[in-house]
């Protein structure tokens, strides 16, 4: 059974950092693109930023230099560092995999 967990999300100031993780299991983790997403309030769910097999990155407008997705492919994990926290990011973020499996989510709430 192919399962997604993330990790590291919480509450932080404007200005502040998270990292959130995302453990995969049950999947040969290194043959699939790996991305974060995020669902605020309101909104509909978007994409934050995906990374392929070979480590191709991309991000949403909204978050380019200040986010950065990696994987570890000997670890099965994708992390999403954030920088330069804003109100606005504060929103569930979830780990997907292959545009297919979904974590559970983890909430990252940003205070002005």
């Known amino acids: 059974q192919v399962q997604l967990v993330e990790s590291g999300g919480g509450l932080v100031q404007a200005g502040g950092s998270l990292r959130l993780s995302c453990a995969a299991s049950?999947?040969?983790?290194?043959?699939?693109?790996m991305g974060w997403y995020r669902q605020a309030r309101g909104k509909q769910r978007e994409l934050v930023a995906g990374?392929?097999?070979?480590?191709?990155?991309n991000y949403a407008d909204s978050v380019k230099g200040r986010f950065t997705i990696s994987r570890d492919n000997a670890k099965n994990m994708v992390y999403l560092q954030m920088n330069n926290l804003k109100p606005e990011d504060t929103a569930d973020y979830y780990c997907?995999?292959?545009?297919?499996?979904w974590g559970q989510g983890t909430q990252v709430t940003v205070s002005s």
């Open positions: 997907n995999l292959g545009n297919t499996v």
């Open positions: 049950g999947i040969i983790f290194s043959m699939y693109v």
């Open positions: 990374i392929s097999r070979g480590g191709i990155t």
